[in-house]
């Protein structure tokens, strides 16, 4: 059974996955895992990704792919066919910096999807590049979070703007799509719906 949850008109359901993940070959260099990486990765210049992992990434030739942003933006040229074909998506990690994105497809509407990968649900940066991605940047195709994705960040994630949800392996989507209904009216404004309660129910005292 499928694990990804799709919102369309706003009606949640479980759908089959048509977008296939390529992911990077692995690394001969050794991870550096520490929390502040993205700041001293931008201070020194050092690269996440290899130009050899750039290069020996396997890209299917046909179907529709999600690729990783480190490789659309090296490869781009030779994708662009396909992606103005529609078949192009691309992921990026949480700590990946959103505006390299842009820089490289100035136009994120010509990509059908988006995806954000949580390697390990720490933190609230999923939540902020969804918000970013709707608002800023006017992104209005689909959007979905996979990796490291549970029940309980469904409904937040939907409130930052995110449509579709690639559930973690070991859990189950029905029992998912579930949270999706466990507030039935928030408080605060969000990306699903900008103005907050007390603009939305005019109190007759």
């Known amino acids: 059974m499928s694990n990804l949850i799709k919102l369309n008109n706003n009606v949640a359901s479980i759908v089959d996955n048509e977008w296939a993940v390529v992911k990077l070959p692995a690394s001969q260099v050794e991870a ?10 931008k201070l020194t210049g050092e ?3 290899s130009d050899e992992q750039l290069t020996n990434t396997v ?3 046909t179907g529709k792919v999600l690729i990783p942003l480190s490789v659309f933006i090296a490869r781009k040229t030779e994708l662009q066919t396909r992606i103005n074909q529609g078949d192009i998506g691309v992921w990026l990690d949480t700590h990946e910096v959103l505006a390299e994105l842009v820089e490289h497809q100035a136009d994120l509407n010509q990509l059908p999807i ?3 990968h949580v390697e390990r649900f720490a933190d609230g940066r999923i939540f902020s590049l969804g918000v970013l991605l709707r608002t800023r940047y006017g992104y209005k195709n689909e959007l979905r979070a996979f990796g490291d994705v549970l029940r309980d960040q ?3 994630l939907k409130r930052s703007g995110f449509d ?3 559930i973690r392996a070991d859990r189950n989507a029905e029992e998912a799509l579930l949270s999706l209904k466990d507030f039935s009216s928030p408080y605060q404004g969000a990306v699903d719906e900008a103005r ?3 603009v939305r129910y005019n109190r007759v005292t």
């Open 32 to 41: 550096r895992k520490q929390a502040g990486k993205v700041v001293l990765f």
């Open 47 to 49: 690269k996440t990704v």
């Open 59 to 61: 890209i299917p030739d």
């Open 114 to 116: 988006i995806a954000v």
């Open 154 to 156: 469904l409904f937040f």
């Open 164 to 166: 579709s949800y690639l």
């Open 196 to 198: 907050p309660a007390f």
